[in-house]
Structures are given as structure tokens and as C-alpha cells.
């Protein structure tokens, strides 16, 4: 069974997340890249947004006992077989947890530019996942 108190919780902390991120991303690469505490902070807060959107598909899958993913995709892709999110979404957050992985792991060095460049992507990616678990658990939009 689906502890709501858990959803809320976590949907709150990606929307919070997302929202700071979204407040602090400067339209101009040049000066996000030039900006090492800025960049380390949404880098770090975008890595907490993926992994609350984690959090939630993990707490879901178990809920309904569908096993254990072997990835954070199957993760994804599970709650798409179960239409809490659709296919695209998923690969969309599925996308933006790769990146969670190579900046917590360090994957190599990470590239400021390409970071500010995809960014929105993600965010978007992750307001509409939150928006889509809170619907399909019964939450406020």
C-alpha cells in the first residue's frame, strides 16, 4: 500500500528542488560556468531533485510489489507499465538520473556547459513526473 505521507513528502522536496534550481540557473552559460558555488549548487540540488524523483518510483514499485528494478530506467520504465507515467516521461527522468549518477559518481569531469544547457530539459522533465505521481496517488496537483 502507497504511504501518501511518503509521496507528499517527497514530491514536495523535488518540487522544492526543481524550484531552486529553476531560481538560480542564469540564462547566461558564461556566468553559471564562471560561477564555481553556483554551479556546485544546482548541480547538487538537481542531483537532490533526481534522486527524490528516485525515492518516489522506489516507494511506488515496492507498494505494489512489483520486485526490484536493476537500474533507475527500469525503475522509470515500471511506472510506465503501470500508466503513472508514460513512456516518453520515463525516459525523461530516466535521463535526468543518468546525470544524477555521473555527478554524484564523478564520471568524469563534468561539463558546466553542457550541464546549463540540459538542465531545463530536466527540470521540465521533473516537474511533470511530480505532477504525474501526484495525480495517479490521488495528491493535490
Known amino acids: 500500500m502507497v504511504d501518501q505521507a511518503i509521496v507528499i513528502k517527497k514530491v514536495g522536496l523535488l518540487r522544492g528542488y526543481v ?3 529553476r531560481g538560480r540557473l542564469p540564462i547566461d552559460a ?6 564555481a558555488d553556483l554551479h556546485d549548487l544546482v548541480a547538487f540540488h538537481l542531483l537532490l531533485a533526481v534522486q527524490s524523483a528516485i525515492d518516489i518510483a ?3 514499485i515496492a507498494s505494489e510489489g512489483l520486485g526490484v528494478p536493476s537500474s533507475y530506467r527500469e525503475a522509470f520504465e515500471s ?20 546525470l544524477r549518477n555521473r555527478l554524484a559518481h564523478a ?11 540540459e538542465a531545463p530539459g530536466h527540470l521540465a522533465a ?12 490521488g495528491l493535490p496537483p
Open 30 to 35: 558564461a556566468a553559471f560556468v564562471a560561477d
Open 19 to 21: 524550484t531552486d534550481v
Open 79 to 98: 511506472l510506465a507499465s503501470r500508466q503513472i507515467v508514460d513512456h516518453g516521461l520515463a525516459t525523461r527522468v530516466a535521463e535526468a538520473a543518468a
Open 58 to 60: 522506489t516507494h511506488l
Open 126 to 137: 521533473l516537474e511533470e513526473y511530480a505532477a504525474r505521481v501526484a495525480a495517479a496517488t
Open 107 to 117: 564520471y568524469g569531469s563534468v561539463d558546466w556547459h553542457k550541464l546549463h544547457a
